[in-house]
């Protein structure tokens, strides 16, 4: 009874802590109302409401906590308003929401929009209809930008190192020069055509009125998504919050990581938990394999179990200081000594990246996975193994077609415990290649296209950064939470796939032990 009741406990208290976390981060892309408060001294107060607390040292009074925006132009995203100030409250149906390359999201009104001096359009719908005309041209402007900035120039920028270093290692030669004469000219002219799209880009301005009365000018073309929040049905809201929540999964991070997307760090989690279990899986299957089917029961394989048990507690930041010391310094730079020379004293493996940190996880994970083989390997009937013997069969053969298929339910719950600690692991990584911003991705189109000395986002220290490194702590209160709901989709979605394993190899092999 005692028992049962302590397991209720937690799994009440686990469902407790995943619903707050799933109603804080599912809401974050709900498109609420604005609400404008008039205010007891004359001014007003436009924004989303956040919170109602009761004010700190008055019973019964309560304040308002609103998400006004307009960084830029107030110094602050939110404000608190007590209620007794509040002398009305409405919904204006012609509030907008702008949301922003830099600076958040803009709260207002439309006051008009124009093409350099000349005047476009004014509020009201046929403003609004002119304003999302500008923006889809604007959104075609920008993703040549983008594309021209992330892709031609960028790949022009690596070729111009490339030949840089291949001049200092062979000398200059009129190949080389040739070549370098070429790619310059070529950067010349992507980098005039850059110019003149960002100068068309930014012909088009938007007026903005803000609740205090003054008017904010935004380009166009830095305005990511429009939309008056209390004009909106259902359906409409849904399609606002499916695209908000599209974006967070597989844009990139904008304003130090508190809006845009994740996805460099949902890649980088993903990649480094594949490349660990690639490294930890088949060390830890094989240690278990000689320490329960060839080993004997002397006193160094008795230690070397004591060893393995106790690693499965030691700190994590210890298996980080030493794949800093060996993998980054010793194996990296050893490395950099051997292969590429010609680039030091700029390091290329010698440096934190996730080919480090993958193997620093799968260190830390490989004991979980021995000691779950080891014991699957235990539960393997000694009537399987000598029937199989008594055959024929040689001691491998009897291995490799008997025992580890019955013992794979217990090899892939080592799986599973060692992607689950993997994946939220975070003090390891920190110095041994995770970043907070990583412009380039591990696996790109780019040969050798595998770039696994380069630097990472993880999504478990991108909570950290977030929540506590963070600059505007309000603001990226909802980045913590939805962040960590992927992360915890993460796990439960490897963790399943894993179990859904298991049982099927369980039923499979219903006539061993399991």
């Given amino acids: ?74 110094g602050l995203d939110f404000r608190w308003v007590d209620e007794d100030q509040v002398a009305g409250r409405s919904l204006p149906a012609e509030a907008l929401v702008l949301e922003r390359q830099e600076w958040g999201e803009l709260y207002g009104t439309l006051f008009a929009l124009h093409e350099g001096e000349q005047q476009l359009a004014a509020d009201g719908e046929a403003g609004w209809a002119e304003l999302v005309r500008l923006m889809a041209l604007t959104t075609t402007e920008r993703e040549r930008i983008d594309a021209l900035e992330q892709g031609e120039i960028a790949e022009l920028n690596r070729r111009v190192k490339e030949l840089q270093r291949q001049s200092q290692a062979d000398g200059v030669t009129p190949e080389l020069e040739a070549a370098r004469a070429e790619t310059q000219a070529r950067f010349e002219r992507l980098a005039d055509e850059l110019g003149r799209l960002r100068q068309d880009s930014q012909r088009y301005k938007a007026a903005v009125r803000l609740a205090g009365g003054e008017v904010k000018e935004v380009r166009v073309v830095e305005i990511l998504r429009a939309y008056r929040p209390n004009q909106l049905g259902l359906l409409a809201k849904t399609g606002v919050y499916l695209s908000r929540a599209w974006e967070f999964l597989s844009g990139e991070p904008r304003e130090s990581n508190t809006e845009g997307g994740i996805f460099p760090a949902l890649y980088g989690t993903v990649l480094m938990v594949l490349l660990m279990s690639l490294a930890a899986v088949p060390f830890g299957v094989v240690a278990a394999l000689y320490l329960r089917e060839y080993a004997g029961n002397g006193p160094l394989v008795q230690a070397i179990r004591i060893a393995v048990n106790n690693l499965a507690g030691v700190p994590s930041i210890v298996f980080g200081m030493f794949g800093l010391g060996f993998f980054v310094y010793g194996m990296g730079g050893a490395m950099d000594q051997v292969f590429f020379a010609d680039r030091l004293p700029n390091p290329t493996f010698g440096t934190g990246g996730i080919l480090w940190a993958s193997l620093t996880l799968a260190l830390l994970t490989v004991p979980v996975v021995i000691v779950a083989t080891e014991e699957g390997l235990a539960a393997v009937s000694r009537e399987i193994r000598e029937g199989s013997l008594a055959l024929g069969s040689t001691k491998l053969q009897m291995i490799w077609r008997v025992v580890l298929p019955s013992a794979l339910p217990g090899i892939l719950t080592g799986v599973i415990l060692a992607t689950a600690r993997g994946a939220g692991e975070v003090a390891p990584l920190m110095i041994t290649g995770v970043v907070k911003l990583a412009p380039d991705l591990p696996l790109d189109s780019t040969w050798p296209f595998f770039h696994l000395e380069r630097k990472f986002m993880h999504l478990g220290f991108h909570i950290f950064d977030v929540g506590f490194q963070s600059p505007n702590v309000e603001a990226a209160r909802p980045m913590v939470f939805t962040t960590t709901l992927l992360l915890l989709t993460i796990v439960l979605f490897l963790n399943l796939i894993a179990i859904a394993v298991r049982n099927r190899l369980r039923r499979r092999y219903a006539s061993s032990a399991f």
């Fill in 1 to 74: 009874w005692v028992t049962g009741s302590a397991l209720g406990c937690c799994l009440i208290m686990v469902a407790g802590l995943v619903g707050v976390i799933s109603y804080n981060a599912l809401g974050h892309f709900w498109p609420a109302p604005l609400v404008q408060l008039e205010l007891a001294d004359g001014t007003r107060a436009l924004g989303r409401e956040v919170a109602r607390q009761e004010i700190p040292g008055k019973e019964g009074a309560f304040r308002l906590q609103l998400k006004v925006g307009n960084r830029d132009a107030y």
